[in-house]
């Protein structure tokens, strides 16, 4: 498999060989999906709470007596089955989400997204990509540059002054490998890597 290789204009400089395995595997909507929904699922925080029968402000006394008075059967204010009454069963703060997703799954799900974005033309490599100073302007002109307006830019290691300068981008977001997640690869139009984050890419995924 060989991945285009830009030059700071945007034009195609060279080509680098990559990992088949990584960028040439044939694209798996079923698996991509499950990944999708499981990252979206683990981020997301139990925000809700609502009243069980225990919890609402009624009296728990019997309403009225077991016979007699030709109404159905009562015996708490607070039922579920009354307006003003607890929810059966209520939601909670520390509700649990989480999807469980096996790792060569997800790697193979990544893989996945990585070689679909390949054969689209959609990814593209450079030597290195980094700014002088924090700066948004200085990011926003270098991003203009390749031609790539909304852009994902994946790096090798930490570059404060590329964190702090894409901040205010909203079209553009820089994370490191390790913080590659697949719905930012997905929602990006394009996606920019270095070329040791290619190969950082090949032995975390391998």
Avoid at 30 to 35: D, E, G, S
Avoid at 43 to 55: P, V
Avoid at 102 to 125: C, H, P, W
Avoid at 159 to 168: H, I, P, V, W, Y
């Amino acid at each position: 498999m060989e991945l285009k290789v830009i030059n700071e204009q945007g034009q195609v400089a060279s080509t680098l060989p990559a990992s088949d395995a990584l960028f040439g595997r044939e694209f798996n909507q079923a698996l991509v999906h499950q990944i999708v929904v499981a990252y979206q699922a683990n981020a997301r925080l139990g925000t809700r709470a609502q009243k069980g029968r225990s919890d609402v402000r009624h009296s728990h006394r019997k309403p009225w007596r077991q016979k007699g008075t030709g109404r159905a059967r009562a015996g708490d204010n607070a039922s579920p089955l009354w307006r003003g009454g607890g929810k059966i069963f209520p939601s909670s703060p520390d509700e649990n989400f989480s999807h469980k997703v096996n790792r060569k799954m997800y790697r193979a799900g990544i893989a996945s997204i990585l070689s679909q974005l390949a054969r689209e033309d959609r990814l593209k490599v450079v030597e290195t990509f980094s700014i002088d100073a924090p700066k948004t302007k200085l990011l926003a002109q270098k991003i203009k540059a390749l031609g790539m307006p909304n852009a994902l830019v994946i790096i090798e290691g930490d570059d404060e002054n590329l964190f702090l300068s894409s901040r205010n981008l909203h079209n553009i977001r820089v994370v490191n490998v390790a913080h590659a997640d697949p719905v930012s690869l997905i929602d990006f139009d394009h996606v920019i890597l270095t070329r040791k984050a290619v190969a950082k890419f090949e032995e975390a995924l391998k």
